[in-house]
């Protein structure tokens, strides 16, 4: 089958064949039909995570936002069977360590990294394997198609998870959301449909014209201004800063604005990952987070148990994530793909439709 490998960190994905996977006994095969391209697929394509040991090795397969139909099934798999349309989370769980069974399954202790670990390759590949189906392969709605269910992929999961599990988001709350990739207007989508209130913050016009559509109620254009500016911006807006302030970007200086834009006892929530400039580390106010009460809480993907809960706001309609995808490509335009994140030259979702 063929596949997007990544042979040197920095240097294009080699599209390339390789052997197609066999189901192990707990485990199925898809048939890929559509994948999320995720700015955490360049981060692994850049090299980053060394400063937390988890650096993608050469030969890894990468992506991992995938959606496809069963076409192989392990003996020892009961919930999921030929034939079925599937959906599957990046952090896969095992299912039964104490994670597992207390609904924590993103953070399993035996977990896996789909398309980030030898153990888990991933799904820029016409097939790809899920260890543990019975626990997370999701089955598809009926009438959502492969295309928007990879757009829904991390990125959807992971900001209903941030606002809803971490950042205790209600109707009528301020929501402040630095960073308007991916991860970033999912998350002023999802907050829209939880009826919060939106404020987003971007340096590109284009980036914030789409929050806009999506739900946002203000937009700050953060391009040329210093952190003081951002955030006063902010906490004017949201009448003495956000309720819940998101850094869907991570670096320094959005995180620390993310910060600084909560009001007294907000939550920030850390969804973006460090590039090699932060290496894992930013220096945060401290003393004004004790003073003000202020909870710095982090967010990674969604528990597969919780897949329910993000399918009934796509069943009713109230989240559309294809109005996020801004363009579909083949498995031969990953490597570019790739490339254009590191000046942010994408804007919205782009999706692999094409095998």
Same mark, same amino acid.
């Not at 030969?59 to 959906?87: F, N, S, T």
């Not at 392969?137 to 990125?155: H, I, T």
């Not at 998870?161 to 998350?187: E, F, P, Q």
């Not at 109005?323 to 793909?337: G, N, Q």
């Given at each position: 089958?063929?596949?997007?490998?990544?042979?040197?960190?920095?240097?294009?994905?080699e599209? #390339?064949?390789?052997?197609?996977?066999?189901?192990?006994?707990?485990?199925?095969?898809v048939?890929?039909?559509?994948?999320?391209?995720?700015?955490?697929?360049?981060?692994?394509?850049? !090299?980053?995570?060394e400063?937390?040991?988890? #650096?993608?090795?050469?030969?890894?397969?990468?992506?991992h936002?995938?959606?496809?139909?069963?076409?192989?099934?392990?003996?020892?798999?009961? $919930?999921?069977?030929?034939?079925?349309?599937?959906?599957?989370?990046?952090?896969?769980?095992?299912?039964?360590?104490p994670?597992?069974?207390?609904?924590?399954?993103?953070?399993?202790?035996?977990?896996?990294?789909?398309?980030?670990? $030898?153990?888990?390759q991933?799904?820029?590949?016409e097939?790809?394997?899920?260890p543990?189906?019975?626990?997370?392969?999701?089955?598809?709605?009926? !009438?959502?198609?492969?295309?928007?269910?990879?757009?829904?992929?991390?990125?959807?999961?992971?900001a209903?998870?941030?606002?809803?599990?971490?950042?205790?988001?209600g109707?009528?709350?301020?929501?402040?959301?630095h960073?308007?990739?991916g991860?970033?207007?999912?998350?002023?989508?999802?907050?829209? %449909?939880? !009826? %919060?209130?939106?404020?987003?913050?971007?340096? $590109?016009?284009?980036?914030?014209?789409?929050?806009?559509?999506?739900?946002?109620?203000?937009?700050?254009?953060?391009?040329?201004?210093?952190?003081?500016?951002?955030?006063?911006?902010?906490?004017?807006?949201?009448?003495?800063?956000a309720?819940v302030?998101?850094?869907?970007l991570g670096v320094?200086?959005?995180c620390?604005?993310?910060?600084?834009?909560? $009001?007294?006892?907000?939550?920030?929530v850390?969804?973006?990952?460090? #590039?090699?400039?932060?290496?894992?580390?930013?220096?945060?106010?401290?003393?004004?987070?004790?003073?003000?009460?202020?909870?710095?809480?982090?967010?990674?993907?969604?528990?597969?148990?919780?897949?329910?809960?993000?399918?009934?706001?796509?069943?009713?309609?109230?989240?559309?994530?294809?109005?996020l995808?801004?363009?579909e490509?083949?498995? %031969?335009?990953?490597?570019?793909?790739?490339?254009?994140m590191?000046?942010?030259? #994408?804007?919205?979702v782009?999706?692999?439709?094409?095998?």
């Amino acid at each position: 089958m063929r596949a997007a490998v990544l042979r040197e960190h920095g240097e294009p994905l080699e599209i #390339t064949d390789v052997e197609p996977p066999d189901p192990a006994p707990h485990g199925v095969v898809v048939d890929v039909e559509a994948c999320g391209v995720c700015r955490s697929d360049w981060h692994a394509w850049q !090299g980053h995570g060394e400063w937390v040991g988890e #650096t993608v090795a050469d030969g890894q397969i990468l992506g991992h936002e995938p959606a496809g139909r069963v076409v192989a099934v392990g003996d020892r798999v009961g $919930r999921v069977a030929e034939g079925d349309r599937v959906a599957v989370p990046f952090n896969l769980g095992d299912g039964s360590c104490p994670q597992c069974l207390s609904g924590h399954g993103n953070v399993c202790e035996d977990g896996l990294a789909l398309g980030f670990q $030898r153990e888990a390759q991933g799904a820029f590949a016409e097939q790809v394997h899920v260890p543990d189906a019975d626990y997370n392969a999701m089955q598809l709605p009926d !009438g959502v198609s492969a295309r928007d269910m990879a757009a829904l992929g991390c990125r959807f999961m992971t900001a209903f998870h941030a606002l809803t599990a971490r950042g205790d988001v209600g109707a009528g709350d301020w929501v402040a959301v630095h960073g308007c990739g991916g991860v970033g207007l999912s998350t002023v989508h999802i907050a829209d %449909a939880l !009826g %919060a209130r939106v404020v987003a913050v971007d340096i $590109r016009d284009a980036a914030l014209d789409l929050a806009t559509e999506l739900g946002a109620d203000a937009v700050v254009n953060a391009d040329g201004k210093d952190g003081r500016a951002v955030t006063g911006a902010v906490r004017g807006t949201t009448d003495g800063g956000a309720h819940v302030s998101v850094d869907a970007l991570g670096v320094a200086e959005t995180c620390r604005n993310s910060v600084f834009s909560l $009001r007294r006892r907000g939550t920030h929530v850390q969804v973006g990952l460090t #590039t090699d400039e932060e290496r894992g580390e930013v220096s945060l106010p401290v003393e004004r987070m004790a003073m003000m009460e202020a909870d710095f809480k982090g967010a990674r993907g969604m528990p597969p148990t919780r897949y329910d809960e993000l399918l009934r706001l796509l069943e009713s309609g109230e989240i559309d994530p294809g109005r996020l995808v801004h363009r579909e490509v083949s498995l %031969a335009d990953v490597p570019e793909r790739l490339a254009a994140m590191t000046e942010y030259e #994408t804007t919205g979702v782009e999706v692999v439709t094409e095998f």
